[in-house]
């Protein structure tokens, strides 16, 4: 039990469930009532995905490729700072991307699903916490579900943004859009920090 529960606030950290509310009201601010909802499973879904794959075959993927997990936090951390730029400063998309977003897929898949909910902090910590060489099936399943049981709180959270939005209005997401872009381009930041630190280290 203990076990799972550190598991499970590890990942409540780095998905980070409430800091994807303000990002999720941002990149949505355009969608009607009903395409929020539909992204919101699907971001979830894919999140879940994705992550699930990397809990399974992380490991054999890096290691078969040669790829430290430090220099995948480098380059998940670059990633994750050039999508901060795009939330200081505005998408600059031509307009036919504006219009693809505004169907919904695009936006559910990035950047909700990735780099917000997958976030490459979290895709570290389903290798992390499953490493074959360190843990037993029992423990990786236990890891599993606490994942599982904290990307429900973030389907939870985002189902009840449409009250949110409606309080704080286009101008309070825009707002929200920038003040976490910077949150993110620091967590970024820290990334690529602590991934040098670690190659280097090894």
């Not at 009201?25 to 992550?51: G, M, N, P, Y």
């Not at 999508?83 to 991307?97: C, N, Q, R, S, V």
């Not at 049981?149 to 009840?160: D, K, M, P, Q, S």
Request: net charge negative.
């Amino acid at each position: 039990m203990n076990d799972w529960i550190s598991s499970f606030v590890f990942f409540f950290a780095v998905i980070d469930p409430v800091g994807t509310l303000p990002v999720f009201i941002a990149v949505t601010s355009r969608h009607s009532e009903w395409q929020r909802r539909k992204i919101a499973f699907l971001a979830v879904i894919v999140a879940t995905v994705i992550l699930m794959l990397f809990l399974l075959a992380g490991q054999y993927l890096l290691e078969a490729i040669g790829v430290p997990l430090s220099a995948f936090q480098v380059a998940g951390g670059i990633v994750l700072f050039l999508f901060a730029l795009t939330m200081i400063f505005g998408e600059g998309k031509p307009e036919h991307e504006v219009e693809i977003i505004r169907g919904g897929h695009e936006t559910a898949i990035f950047p909700l699903a990735v780099p917000s909910i997958a976030s490459p902090g979290a895709m570290l910590a389903a290798v992390v916490l499953t490493d074959n060489h360190r843990f037993d099936p029992i423990h990786q399943v236990n890891t599993a579900t606490a994942m599982l049981a904290v990307l429900g709180i973030v389907l939870a959270l985002l189902l009840t943004a449409n009250w949110i939005h409606r309080w704080i209005g286009d101008a309070g997401a825009s707002i929200v859009s920038r003040v976490m872009g910077l949150i993110l381009a620091s967590v970024a930041t820290t990334n690529v920090l602590v991934g040098l630190q670690q190659f280097f280290m090894t």
